[in-house]
């Protein structure tokens, strides 16, 4: 029985992530991301009304459509956790198959909003929900394992195929944080016991191994050490005070409202992502907000919230998207004097969160500072750890399940590549058992 | 009899420079120019419609409000070229002084341009023009001088004011080319001549001063070799070819012109600041196109321009706007698919500029080459000269003139430092005879 | 009465710091450092050994002669803390002033040192001591305070001129660092009220003014959250475990030694410098040390102890100088084979220290890193925060203090320009109240 | 009959490089060279007298022991040019193959220089010269093609395989440039005659593949330009001035005594490979010298050159090895105080050299530059061009010769994998017909 891993996308670009491994008949597809980058080279993309073939020509969504050509069952399309750039594409893509989507009760709930949104095509596949240490069967051969992992996102897994030929490790995204609040550690014990077993391949991203500053990635410990020096001068000041961070990114939300909680702030979410990630995180027992919170996802209701706040600036915390300048989401809108909230001297903005690599999220950024500042702000803007492994992170993983095979993802060649050589200084070699594929490029293992 | 510099504009910034001079009682300003990254902070400015105020407070035009409370009698207001950074304030600021505008007749032409687009004030200050070479008796006391220098516009000079306490020489800006074909070299043996009399003051430049990479700025006949070398492949293939570069930089265009004239191919200028700099400079004899070449501003012009070259591409060399990529710019628009002319496949596209840095150019260039390369344009991105002079000129100059003073300019705080570290290695020492000047500071030369 | 700022080293560099406070006929010394990069321009450098006039020469110390044109009498000579660029030149200088040094007694102690080990001066000022928080007469006029301070010493203060004009804060290196283990927090109380009462001049580091990346410097707190998930690992694992720091930084030691003393190993401090802090530390109750640590500093008794540890590497770990991988100091000499213990495959090193910026470093970090890897070694190298105040930081100082002059120091030009415009944010302005010097240039205020 | 081509060097790092390829039972070797970086790692490196397995696991030589398991017979080693990473390890090596050595005639010069200098082998392979343009019969099969190319070396080669399968083409290191005086343009003409018979492999350099600067290479011509405007000023000063340059690239050597033979001063050639390379030149008729210079190798005559110098600065131009600031090269020394010569106030340095990336040399460099300048010497850094092709380069070099297969070379993974996404903008994919090899992996085509 032979088995193929066949690289749909991600594997030439940090995004759009799928990949599908097939195991004698069946196939298993793992993760349908969407490219937000791409979107906006073309701007007239509408994702929610564009059809698939649209997106795969701009380079949005995975081009999927080599999949005709694998001779084969697709028994289950499993999502490794609720990030866009791995499950966007999903109302796109996941009705041309006849199989169910998998993924924890986290993120099938994220999913199921993807799915209600798509304005396109009806997606009717079965959603089915694991948790972290589950096991599942896909086929005869071949059954699901969701590994405890953890990443920047609530119920990230590794999902594990146990398969005649040998266990297959799919590690996108993840990093080794033993100290988050919302999220038990990484499963260590699980991962070398499948080290023991016999790994036949990895498949794993490579998102930070160029990032020569982290060589471990440092724990959500550290961002709470940090916001907690950074957030006390702000909170019992005299002025408008607002946090930007990522809305899924629900350890740092709970970080944000511990510290807050204790002043005398209410605490005010606002923006429609916030709400869509936090709402359900609250409403299924991840995140606990405290009591002087409030969500408001509307745009009627962050401009009455606004509004409010405006008047009595230092009774507030102000949490927003917009962390990256864009200029329709709200701390950027906030800025260019758009909104009922007008920022005033003194105020104090912490951007929880870094610029993503890409010169429009610079210039966004850098302008959203710059109008802050000229109206009189003081910003602080590094409280931040990453949500991906460093390449001593990489290191330690390798050893623990000593695969047969390694398949680097998630990320451009220069990073396939870098994590090719670390692979190297662990006794691999690239060509014979570290494999960079192209996407649309397939790697056989013969059993 | 008291000498005074005075700092109007562009000693925190690059931009919006203005200097003004008082000698006695007799004051003499320096350029009026806009801040134009300043503009891109406040999206609904609009130049020519808003009041000076308005537009000085956002810090678009130099603040010169301080100069009420100068006790002299203004005598003239000197341009030292026609970039907008140094004249496009005219028509806010000019109409409060009772004096002449001065310049060489090119700068003089621009300046009546800028003067005729003013939608809120009555400009009837008389424009004067000196050549380069010339002297002009502007009171009692002060006679002025334009001595021949080269910049990246034509007609660029270093003006000079002869006073009973020595010689003021303002020199912003220049670099020492001896290569240019529309501009004669600058002219050393006057400059060292002044040295001889004895310069009180001199007023430069700073822009260049931290590139570490132009010890000596390269000549334009470098440019001109490396335009040779890149066009001519493109000039001799069956598709489309565009070059970009800055429409005021006359010398380059001939350049462009000069090269491309010996092919087949017909050249289009096109875009409103192409007709506008190179309108003028062929009227005044200084540009000398080709025959077969024309000059298309307005977007109805430009777009029945566009058309012919879309079907017969291999016949036509466009030489546009838009080498920031600055998304109402006509390459970018092009770029975008929003004109006649749609980018094919192996169209070559040649930018002879540099990125200004500044995040929003960063971005606007990097989706403007995505875009041209996505519809599968070839770029040759590194064909560009700078026309401010490096850290050895800048020393060569300081040996010529010998200033007994000196006040670096057009840069911000570590530009202006760094001109101050080099001026003592030359024997200078900061706080002493260099003065770093913030705006609306003024320094006393006591004759 | 006026108050005069003499700016003596520091001012055009990072190092050899020294500033003279003039205050009627009275005059405080503030530092005398050396500046260690420059000692290795002149190879033949022998610090201990030279005069003088030499090292002045070649910019290794603060040139002082201009001392001799001051008309006052020296009162004081007061040392921030014990980093040699605020030391290392006392005992070429001191001995040209009849006046007591003042420190707290860890410092005090390395001034002693520094004394003892000189071969061409015969220092005989006296040596005093004030604790943090503590004050002293030093003339009829002026009264020295010792305000709590952080940095990566023990024991460093802001010393506080309490003048008839007004307080003189002199703040050489600081960090606000409210979780170190081995200093308090600094005295935020004690600032506040210097500020109410009224600040003449704040002299200021300006070192880390300039890196965007840490708006507020991060605690220890991080570096011990750091340190303990790097060094966790290692620790349990049967190979050489290596961690190398500043010798000077005893709250970090005493970090590595808390996370270590755990363990089964047995910790070794190796080299003359760690011998040198550590030990004094030490003897002084500052550093506490677990019964399973020794501290070797001749090279016999460190040959010894690696020995030791070359044959049951996995019982030990060894703490080591030479993080700059300067090629005299213990790591890069191990790494280069040149002790007796070997680097094996799977030897662990941890780098608790960033390169300090600097042509030679980079290169020596270089050569040690690839030559710890080529024999098999796993390098950790990110486990520092910086010492140095940040962006933010300063900003809360000034607000804190309200000086009514500012002088920035320890910086070049560029750093101290960056301080300035800071301080513009805050409301001041360089030239008015931002005083930015060169050596030898003075600032007087009249009272 | 298949072909193979095996990497042996140069495939993992920029240095040591080595190729074989295999047609049917011959085997023919291109190149065989050092890796200079990897010297300075073990201090204790002597290269003339070590033996090739250390030299070999020091990675400073190619890892040729695999050629004990191809089974084929060697029939030629060729040699595409003679800088040391294309022919520094031949004395190493060559002696274990029974076939000659082939390169143009000074290629050939230079390599027996190489042989001459070994202390450990005896090498006897017969040497032979072969012309560009010029053709030689290695097997029944293989027939040798020398195709004139250009570098920064003279008689540099594109070495062509004409096999029964196909042509190979071997192309390190080469630039398009078509303004060298010492050497022809290269062979355009041919290069695509070859493509249109049919190329079946290339073999490319990826060097300056990265270099997002230049896009063309610039051209001798720039150098030429920049080098006349730099020159002419510190020619005619009364001051003394050096030239530092590669001593191996003879047109800029040539350049360099084109402008200076026309000013009154005697130009004199310091330093051992100086006196190698220009010495070979200049016997072989490629570089001529004019009449007022000379070349001085052994250090008593460098010494005795330059006493006469330091009296009569004004009368001399040095020109002088040292460009990477390497401490026992000829203008480091000069920086360092330890020659006859002596650096004095208003001597002009030119480096026509970049910093070879590496952090050694930046260190050498900056302390070289520091010492010069301390001593009063005006250093001009920026008169360089590369020669090695740049990206829009080896564009047109693939749109040239159309090859099936590519392979690219001299480079480390990021390199080969940035050569390998060129290439796919030109249709091809890596991992079907791009090829990425580590050192001692092969790839086979069958014919």
């Known amino acids: 029985m032979s088995v193929e891993v066949i690289a749909i996308g991600g594997y030439e670009e940090v995004g759009r992530n799928m990949t599908a491994v097939k195991v ?28 698939s073939l649209d997106l795969i020509e701009r380079g949005v969504i995975p081009d999927d459509t080599l999949m005709k050509d694998v001779d084969g069952k697709v028994k289950g399309i499993v999502f490794s956790h609720g990030h866009l750039d791995h499950i966007g594409a999903v109302a796109k893509l996941a009705h041309r198959y006849d199989a169910p ?20 095509f009806k997606v009717n596949n079965p959603i089915k929900t694991l948790n972290p240490g589950g096991k599942m069967k896909l ?18 897994v590794f999902p594990v195929l146990h398969t005649p030929e040998g266990i297959i490790v799919y590690a996108l995204d993840f990093k080794f944080d033993n100290h988050q609040k919302v999220s038990p550690p990484p499963d260590y014990r699980r991962l070398k016991e499948l080290g023991r077993k016999g790994v036949l391949a990895l498949i794993v991203e490579s998102t930070n191994i160029k990032d020569t500053n982290e060589v471990k990635t440092y724990s959500e410990r550290i961002a709470r050490n940090i916001l907690e020096d950074l957030m006390r001068g702000p909170l019992y000041e005299k002025t408008g005070m607002i946090v930007t961070t990522f809305s899924s990114h629900v350890e740092r939300v709970q970080t944000i409202a511990d510290i807050a909680k204790k002043s005398h702030r209410e605490i005010l979410f606002l923006g ?37 706040a405006e008047d009595n600036r230092e009774k507030y915390l102000l949490v927003t998207t917009g962390h990256q300048g864009e200029p329709d989401a709200l701390l950027p809108r906030i800025a260019n004097g758009k909104t009922p909230f007008n920022i005033k001297r003194g105020d104090n903005v912490i951007i929880s969160a870094p610029i993503i690599p890409n010169p429009t999220n610079a210039a966004n950024r850098h302008i959203m500072e710059r109008r802050l500042k000229a109206s009189g702000a003081r910003i602080y803007a590094n409280a931040h750890v990453s949500g991906h492994a460093g390449r001593e992170d990489h290191r330690d993983f390798i050893r623990m399940l000593k695969p047969q095979h390694i398949i680097p993802a998630h990320g451009d060649l220069s990073m396939l590549s870098a994590y090719g050589e670390l692979a190297e200084e662990e006794g691999y070699r690239i060509g014979n058992n570290v494999h960079i594929l192209r996407n649309a490029q397939a790697q056989v293992f013969n059993g």
């Open 101 to 120: 989507l998998i993924g924890t009760p986290y993120t099938a709930a994220l999913i199921q909003k993807q799915i209600n949104g798509e304005r396109k």
């Open 272 to 308: 429609r992502s916030m709400e869509r990630f936090c709402g359900i995180a609250e409403s299924q027992g991840i995140l606990k907000l405290p009591k002087n919170s409030s969500i408001y996802g509307s745009p009627k209701a962050v401009n009455k919230a606004l509004m409010k």
């Open 24 to 51: 004698g008949e069946d196939v298993i597809i793992f993760d349908m991301g969407i490219h937000l980058d791409r979107i906006s080279i073309h701007e007239d993309t509408d994702i929610d009304r564009m059809h």
């Open 139 to 156: 086929s005869e051969d071949i059954t699901l394992e969701f590994v405890q992992s953890t990443h920047s996102i609530p119920q990230a």
